[in-house]
């Protein structure tokens, strides 16, 4: 595993926050504390390996911390919440925001220190799967870690969104995508799109794959796929 895991921990109580940071950092890790879901939000949170959220924080709970998190930001680093309290139903919550481990109040820090260790490893392992992984098709590359397209020597930035695209069109061979499947595909959690926006994206991609923008091909009145 990486040396320097960086930790956030939101959390209201001073008290908790000392007992986490300090047997955290006696880890190893890298922690920073905060006592509100709005002051976490004004982190770099891409930066982090773990998050350790409090869900009744304020005016914003952890879960809705989460949520944002995942749906609008695109995190997807682990997440831990801390609480007080531990029904079934805040359990399911937990989980359907996007929570990797729940912990009820009073807990055991040896026990916290091995469920984070056990996050961390796994996160790592499959982040290391993640970055080594490129798919090569039919003269182009796709770039998993760095989300380009890669035409020989060259790498082409793409957008998110047009990765993604690309991504689905070329895993899916011959499989014809309609604008309406692509829209909820690659679009889900956005509220305002359109069909047209997925043919400026289209054009977009062609045209940064250059010499081959025919893999992508459309069918009038069907929809978009891919085939060298």
């Not at 014809?176 to 499947?181: D, G, H, W």
Request: neutral net charge.
């Amino acid at each position: 595993m990486k040396d320097n895991f960086r930790i956030l921990v939101a959390e209201d109580e001073d008290d908790i926050c000392e007992i986490l940071q300090f047997n955290l950092e006696s880890e190893g890790y890298k922690v920073d504390v905060v006592h509100s879901a709005e002051d976490a939000l004004q982190k770099k949170l891409i930066d982090y390996d773990l998050f350790l959220l409090d869900v009744m924080m304020g005016r914003m709970t952890g879960f809705a911390l989460a949520q944002k998190m995942r749906k609008e930001l695109d995190i997807n680093t682990p997440i831990i919440f801390l609480t007080a309290r531990d029904n079934e139903n805040d359990l399911l919550t937990g989980f359907s925001v996007g929570a990797d481990d729940y912990m009820a109040k009073p807990f055991s820090i040896r026990e916290l220190q091995a469920r984070v260790k056990t996050i961390l490893k796994r996160s790592y392992q499959k982040e290391r799967i993640q970055e080594s992984t490129i798919l090569n098709i039919g003269g182009i590359g796709l770039d998993n870690k760095t989300k380009r397209l890669m035409i020989g020597d060259k790498k082409i930035d793409l957008t998110r969104k047009e990765f993604e695209i690309l991504l689905l069109l070329t895993k899916n061979q011959g499989r014809i995508f309609s604008r309406e499947e692509i829209l909820s595909r690659i679009w889900a959690n956005d509220v305002i799109v359109t069909d047209r926006t997925v043919d400026v994206n289209m054009t977009r991609l062609r045209k940064k794959m250059d010499e081959f923008s025919g893999y992508v091909r459309n069918k009038p009145g069907y929809g978009y796929y891919f085939e060298i």
